[in-house]
Structures are given as C-alpha cells and as structure tokens.
C-alpha cells in the first residue's frame, strides 16, 4: 500500500471514490474538471495498480486549509487509512505554513479522536464564502465544523485579518501539496 501525491491522471479513480460515497451523505459532489484541476492538492493511497482512498488538502485562505474529499473504499475501512490520510495532511499543512485545518463532517467523532474541535460554521467565513452558500445545501447540510490548531496556535474565531481573507478563483493560492516526510514543521514554503 503506497501513500503518494496525486496527479491529473489519478481524476477519474478519485472521483469514482467520491461518487461510491455521495449516497450515504458524507461527501459533496465534485466534477472531473474540479478534481483534475485539484489532484495535486490530493493525498491518493494506491493499493495494486488501484487508489482505494483519498483526501484533498484544500487552501481556504492563507492561514486556513480544509480537509476534502476523505474517502476510503469500503473494502479497506477499519484499518485506520482515513487517519493516515488526515495525518499526512496536517504534516502539509505545517510546511505549507497554515495555522488551521478544518474540516465539515456529518460524523465529527472521527475528527474529534485525531485531535480536532467541533466550532461554530461561522469561525470558518472562508469555506462559507467560497463554497457553502452556493450550496443547494446551504444552512440545511447538519455537517459540523471542525477544527485543529496546528503549531501552538490558539484556536479562536476568526480575526479581522488578511491571513483570513478568502481564497477565490480571482485570487488563487500558490500552494502545492508535497509528501516530504523529512521535512521538519518549521520549514515553510
């Protein structure tokens, strides 16, 4: 089972994963045109030749990355790949230089047990401006906000502050997902 960065060519079977998923209500659609463009901000495990999990590390704003798109084929569940996936994730999310990672979940125990805190939406402006109020969803999806300070930071609300200005289509972020297992957290890009 090989842990990797994902690429164009790894669209179609992340977004076959997310497609399996979307009836039990967990996750949100996504097109192969979104997916492609994003695959390098995803975290693909590759199991003989086949990607049997996912999950997309995705800039909100320059202090606040989102974990996406957390999926494990049902065949592999219960072997603990999700937290991997989501530890991997929060590795490069130190490097990269966020101070935040959330996530929106309808199940938040899972989060909670890898060290994240149930928030209110709104501590979160940047996923409500980008994606949740063009959701046909919107202030009806029951998915609670979730949060994990990384470094020493202080989770708190949201400040008055550049760091948490959202990242749009208009100002689109330079972040690149990179597996450095090296790494140490105080190197930024």
């Not at 497609?19 to 463009?37: C, F, I, M, Q, W």
């Not at 693909?44 to 974990?67: D, H, N, Y």
């Not at 569940?77 to 996530?103: E, K, N, P």
Request: charged share 20%; glycine share 6%; with cysteine.
């Amino acid at each position: 089972m090989t842990f990797r960065p994902g690429t164009a060519a790894d669209a179609a079977a992340i977004l076959r994963l997310v497609d399996e998923n979307l009836a039990e209500g967990h996750l949100l659609p996504r097109t192969l045109d979104d997916v492609r463009a994003h695959a390098h901000r995803f975290v693909v495990i590759e199991e003989a030749g086949a990607v049997v999990g996912c999950a997309e590390l995705a800039p909100l704003s320059i202090a606040v990355a989102e974990v996406r798109s957390l999926v494990v084929d049902h065949r592999w569940r219960g072997l603990g790949l999700g937290s991997r996936l989501v530890a991997m994730l929060q590795r490069q999310a130190r490097i990269a230089g966020f101070s935040t990672i959330c996530a929106f979940t309808h199940e938040p125990a899972h989060f909670v047990r890898l060290g994240f805190s149930i928030v209110p939406h709104l501590w979160f402006p940047e996923k409500i401006g980008v994606d949740c109020t063009s959701c046909a969803k919107f202030r009806t999806c029951g998915q609670h906000a979730m949060a994990l300070a990384l470094d020493g930071a202080v989770l708190q609300p949201p400040a008055a502050s550049y760091t948490r200005m959202p990242i749009t289509a208009a100002t689109s972020s330079p972040f690149r997902l990179t597996l450095n297992r090296d790494a140490s957290p105080r190197e930024r890009r």
